[in-house]
């Protein structure tokens, strides 16, 4: 069982707030990613959950008993740190094993736990080296190995995958989100990658200078994000922003709509400009057109095969029902 | 820049110094060999002749020899136990967050900028004197019999003065390695369910286990010739009980004045020193690999 509860939770450090109170509910078997720009809180918060940190107030409950007080070691639950922190002068088996021995496992249960893990994560081979003498990939395996020997109610992940190039961080993407449907453990997940987030998570949670901006499945947060920071957050590229004039007929401060929602024309459209950059991905052309008057730079994702070159004029039409808006507050209007 | 002619230019650059530095080690090295084969004292001038290994057979033989040697092993093994395991703890205490941290961390080294002869004396007579010291006065107060550090305990007394001066090293030492220790494998620990006696015991330790090695080396080094510290104390009595190889090499070619005997002595002390050093390069060897 692993079910979480954050309840008015907070955490200073000294005079300075962190995280102001909050509430965050974690189901059992849920994959839930925090996600955030760079110092939001999300290690923080993680951490609170680990219980490497104390919380200023609230209380922290998994399975519904107050674990607040709870030493890390009691709560049951396995972190993967972004650095690995494998223990350098172990080998790989004795590593995996560290925990099972901290625990007075006996040996021959030890070596079969530590067989299954290597068999799962493929890590078989390496069981004799020591981490120097590993990749970045098999080391953030070993990392997980350790973690998952002992069974623990839920997984903490602090950005597992950023120190990994990006075609590995694909792939250890999937043997994550894998590893989450066969053992069925909850699984907090802390990334700054919206990808990431948009890929594995059941449940994301954004973070902006540790308040929960919104927490919802990926979809929920693509279609209806609850205000322009999430709006902006979640969607690559990011989400164009109109506000003023343009705004008006919408009856919003401002109005967002995603580079995806855009029809290109050169022949009409509501909005006129010129194109800049454009980026061909092949499958996919992303079209910078400036001068609309607008903002600065509107951003639309058009077929691979579209050709307009720079300097050329064209015409911006938003998909009427994909259009968000948004008061003067950021906030989401219906 | 590996090309041949660059070699030997560097080769030739160096030389001045290299001859210089072997200079200054052979010349003195081959006087003290050759002195230790001749009859050389200076009391009984009676020409230099060749003797052989005559001077080595009575420096050995000598019951002061046996006793030098304890004496010395237990010196060095003394001070190494006490300061490693101190400079252990003390890095420990060192890293954790405290007030005034920085002040503390320079008092702490501060003994190792006191030279030898003064700590020896300032703790010979202001600690350890039965009569004024402050151990003796604590003693008499509280109405115990003050201890004659020097008379009863004098080799154990010495061990404690250099300890004194040498933990600071230590502590330097392991203190920086401590501060190299990734926090995040203590939490890691600390999550796997390592209480703080087995996160020491599987983490720390072996984390510090290069530096400790390094820690041993060089204080082996300086330690096998402790000089001042005895001679400002106990002159190396009573009887022999403070005498090591260095001081018993100085009362033979100063105090008895026979040049051929000290220098017989010295060249025990080297071969025995590199002994040390051979050893001491193996077991480091394989730390440092690992
Ligand atoms: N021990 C500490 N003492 C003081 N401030 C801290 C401490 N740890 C974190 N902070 C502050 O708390 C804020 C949140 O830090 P946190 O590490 O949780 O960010 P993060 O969301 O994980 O960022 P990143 O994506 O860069 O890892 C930051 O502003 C940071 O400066
Ligand atoms: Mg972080």
Redesign the interface.
């Known amino acids: 069982m692993g079910r979480i509860q954050l309840e008015q939770v907070s955490k200073s450090f000294g005079e300075l707030q962190v995280i102001p109170p909050l509430d965050l509910e974690i189901e059992d078997g849920e994959f839930v990613v925090f996600v955030g720009p760079s110092g939001c809180g999300k290690s923080t918060l993680l951490r609170l959950i680990a219980g490497l940190e104390d919380v200023t107030s609230g209380q922290v409950l998994i399975d519904g008993t107050d674990a607040t007080d709870i030493p890390p070691a009691k709560r049951g639950l396995a972190m993967v740190f972004q650095s690995y922190a494998l223990y350098p002068h172990m080998s790989v088996r004795k590593n995996i094993a560290f925990p099972l021995r901290m625990a007075g496992m006996d040996e021959a249960e030890r070596d079969r736990r530590v067989q299954n893990a290597a068999d799962v994560l493929n890590l078989t081979d390496y069981l004799d080296r020591k981490p120097a003498q590993l990749s970045g990939g098999q080391r953030q395996r070993v990392a997980i190995g350790r973690a998952i020997v002992r069974e623990p109610a839920a997984f903490l992940f602090d950005e597992p995958l950023s120190n990994l190039d990006a075609a590995l961080r694909v792939g250890m993407r999937i043997e994550i989100s894998e590893l989450h449907q066969r053992l069925g453990t909850t699984m907090i997940y802390v990334t700054h990658d919206q990808v990431e987030a948009m890929t594995m998570a059941d449940k994301i949670v954004v973070l902006q200078s540790g308040v929960i901006e919104q927490v919802g499945s990926p979809l929920e947060l693509y279609r209806r994000p609850q205000n322009r920071f999430v709006a902006g957050f979640i969607g690559s590229p990011k989400m164009n922003f109109v506000s003023g004039e343009a705004a008006k007929p919408y009856a919003a401060e401002s109005i967002g709509v995603r580079p995806e929602h855009l029809q290109i024309s050169s022949a009409e459209g509501a909005w006129k400009g010129v194109i800049g950059v454009s980026e061909h991905l092949g499958s996919d052309t992303f079209f910078h057109v400036l001068e609309t008057g607008l903002a600065e730079s509107i951003t639309i994702r058009a077929d691979g095969e579209v050709a307009l070159n720079r300097g050329d004029t064209v015409y911006l039409t938003p998909e009427p029902d994909k259009i968000h808006r948004f008061d003067a507050r950021g906030r989401r209007i219906e | 820049m590996a090309t041949k002619a660059s070699r030997a230019a560097a080769r030739m650059m160096i030389s001045p110094s290299v001859i210089l530095l072997l200079g200054w080690m052979i010349i003195p090295l081959s006087l003290t060999i050759y002195f230790s084969f001749l009859r050389y004292n200076l009391i009984t001038p009676t020409g230099n002749p060749f003797v052989g290994w005559e001077n080595y057979y009575w420096f050995v033989t000598d019951p002061s020899f046996k006793a030098a040697m304890i004496n010395t092993l237990l010196l060095v093994g003394g001070i190494l136990l006490i300061t490693t395991i101190g400079g252990v703890i003390f890095a420990l205490l060192l890293d954790l967050p405290m007030f005034g941290q920085g002040v503390i961390r320079i008092m702490v080294i501060a003994p190792f900028f006191v030279m030898p002869t003064v700590s020896a004396l300032v703790w010979k007579n202001m600690f350890m004197n039965p009569v004024n010291g402050i151990f003796g006065r604590l003693a008499t107060g509280m109405g115990f019999e003050p201890v004659d550090f020097f008379g009863q305990i004098p080799l154990l007394s010495i061990i404690f003065i250099v300890s004194w001066q040498w933990l600071p090293f230590a502590t330097l030492i392991l203190f920086t390695a401590m501060q190299s220790l990734?926090q995040?494998?203590l939490?890691?620990?600390?999550?796997?369910?390592?209480?703080w006696r087995?996160r020491f015991w599987?983490?720390i330790l072996?984390?510090l286990?290069r530096a400790i090695t390094v820690v041993i080396l060089i204080e082996t080094i300086f330690l096998l010739s402790i000089f001042a510290e005895i001679l400002v104390t106990t002159n190396g009595g009573p009887g022999t009980a403070t005498t090591n190889l260095t001081y018993l090499i100085y009362v033979s070619s100063l105090l008895q004045f026979d040049v051929g005997m000290g220098s017989a002595g010295g060249v025990i002390a080297i071969i025995l020193a590199n002994i040390v050093a051979i050893f001491l390069m193996r077991m480091i060897g394989k730390n440092l690999d690992?």
């Open positions: 990734d995040e494998q939490e890691a620990a600390e999550m796997d369910g390592a209480s087995n599987f983490i072996p984390h286990a690992a």
